[in-house]
């Protein structure tokens, strides 16, 4: 049987996993009914990924839908429910040098569990938006930034990617390079931002093929790499490291 246990590996493969593809119906579903869902579905979690410091309600082995069977699964995929390694290292990243958001407008872009973001305000950024397309998400999001004591960042549910780029300092994405046309139309997206706006573009990664094999690879400045801790390992079926990377068009 397909378990939800097993999510946690979607993005290593070719292709992403659709099945649990069940949209989400605004008319059905309130923010008051996906809260209380999230609360009840999810486990607080922190002590074992690259930052301790930030708390996030995560699926673990402890959480009834880890492995129920996935036809009873309500949403889409559960994306924000697993603390990617890409996004590790961002946001540690991020926290060890608070000087990259001190003060400046910030964009989590397919923030998913909104660790990013919550790095970013805790280094003191000015304006901090979470953009993921998936409306839980951005839910549990709001309810991480209030677990870590912080006020929630504004959440935007539309596709920001290819629209017109507004004008932040700081660019985070992470783990969004698990799909080729997406990672082709991320890379003509940044390029606009960096052209229009100067935008510092941030970018974690565990080194996936469809990361390593894209052009935008050799326009990447290489800013920190770091070591997995063994449970991340596991869940990601080996690997071992993550890295931050700075996007320069220039190279």
């Not at 924000?80 to 964009?107: F, H, K, M, N």
């Not at 973001?117 to 951005?138: E, P, R, Y």
């Not at 996936?208 to 869940?235: N, Y």
Request: aromatic fraction near 8%.
């Amino acid at each position: 049987m397909i378990t939800l246990g097993r999510v946690a590996a979607v993005k290593c493969g070719r292709h992403v996993n659709r099945f649990f593809r069940r949209l989400l119906s605004d008319s059905c579903q309130s923010v008051a009914d996906i809260r209380r869902f999230i609360a009840e579905n999810t486990e607080p979690c922190g002590p074992k990924s690259l930052t301790p410091e930030i708390r996030l309600r995560l699926f673990t082995p402890n959480c009834r839908f880890w492995r129920e069977r996935p036809e009873l699964w309500p949403f889409g995929d559960p994306y924000w429910a697993i603390y990617w390694p890409g996004g590790q290292a961002l946001s540690r990243y991020v926290l060890d040098r608070p000087e990259v958001c001190l003060g400046r407008t910030v964009l989590d872009l397919g923030c998913g569990c909104g660790a990013a973001a919550i790095a970013a305000k805790l280094c003191g950024a000015a304006h901090v938006v979470a953009n993921d397309i998936d409306k839980v998400a951005s839910v549990a999001t709001q309810m991480n930034c209030e677990l870590n004591g912080l006020e929630p960042p504004i959440c935007v549910t539309d596709n920001m990617i290819d629209s017109e780029p507004d004008p932040f300092d700081v660019i985070l994405l992470g783990d969004m390079f698990y799909d080729e046309a997406l990672a082709t139309t991320l890379h003509r997206w940044l390029d606009c931002c960096i052209k229009t706006h100067g935008t510092n573009v941030l970018i974690g990664d565990p080194g996936r093929a469809q990361f390593e094999g894209h052009k935008i690879r050799r326009l990447l400045q290489e800013l920190a790499c770091f070591q997995l801790p063994e449970s991340v390992r596991e869940e990601n079926y080996g690997l071992t490291c993550s890295t931050v990377w700075r996007y320069c068009p220039e190279l």
